[in-house]
């Protein structure tokens, strides 16, 4: 399957779930003035994610080009890219964790045919600032059966 298969059936299958689809915003943000390129799928939409209203509702999908260049030296193994496209669902204040979860489930093993087990998944493990995310955790070890050993803890 080829990239763009990918990215349409993302965002059909989100679009299917009452998400709106918007365009990627420009890869030289318009009003951001702290970064030279846009470098996260978040990055456009946080006016929104703190709690300004989007034109499209509450529920939002896209793709978003982005450029990082932070590790640059790097670039050209498995691990450092420079411009690559995020994949994004977006819920301003509509659901939350668990139905996220679901429906990225649901998109990995029902649209592109995923085996269970061939999955494996990253929760947060907390730090000194924050705890462990054990809502996700718990999302996905009782609700889908995902094994301990398919549950990979993150520390940023």
Same mark, same amino acid.
């Given at each position: 399957?080829?990239?763009?298969?990918? *990215?349409?059936?993302?965002?059909?299958?989100?679009?299917?779930?009452?998400?709106?689809?918007?365009?990627?915003?420009?890869?030289? %943000?318009?009003?951001?003035?702290? +970064?030279? /390129?846009?470098?996260?799928? !978040?990055?456009?939409? +946080? %006016?929104?994610?703190?709690?300004?209203?989007?034109? $499209?509702?509450?529920? @939002?999908?896209?793709? =978003?080009?982005?450029? *990082?260049?932070?590790?640059?030296?790097? &670039?050209?193994?498995?691990?450092?890219?420079?411009?690559?496209? !995020? @994949?994004?669902? #977006?819920? @301003?204040?509509?659901?939350?964790?668990?139905?996220?979860? =679901? !429906?990225?489930?649901? /998109?990995?093993?029902?649209?592109? =045919?995923? %085996?269970?087990?061939?999955?494996? &998944?990253? +929760? /947060?493990?907390?730090?000194?600032?924050? %705890?462990?995310?054990? +809502? $996700? $955790?718990?999302? #996905?070890?009782?609700? #889908?059966?995902? *094994? #301990?050993?398919?549950?990979?803890?993150?520390?940023?």
């Amino acid at each position: 399957m080829k990239a763009i298969d990918i *990215r349409n059936k993302y965002l059909k299958f989100f679009e299917s779930k009452g998400h709106s689809v918007i365009p990627s915003a420009p890869l030289i %943000p318009e009003n951001d003035p702290s +970064v030279l /390129f846009t470098t996260a799928g !978040m990055q456009p939409l +946080v %006016p929104y994610l703190l709690g300004q209203k989007h034109p $499209a509702g509450t529920r @939002l999908t896209d793709f =978003q080009k982005c450029v *990082r260049t932070n590790d640059i030296e790097e &670039v050209g193994d498995n691990r450092h890219l420079t411009y690559f496209e !995020m @994949l994004g669902n #977006w819920s @301003l204040g509509d659901y939350f964790k668990e139905e996220s979860i =679901q !429906m990225s489930f649901d /998109f990995l093993t029902k649209e592109l =045919q995923i %085996p269970v087990e061939k999955l494996s &998944v990253t +929760v /947060f493990k907390g730090d000194e600032d924050c %705890p462990r995310d054990e +809502v $996700a $955790a718990e999302c #996905w070890k009782k609700s #889908w059966n995902i *094994r #301990w050993s398919h549950l990979l803890l993150w520390k940023r």
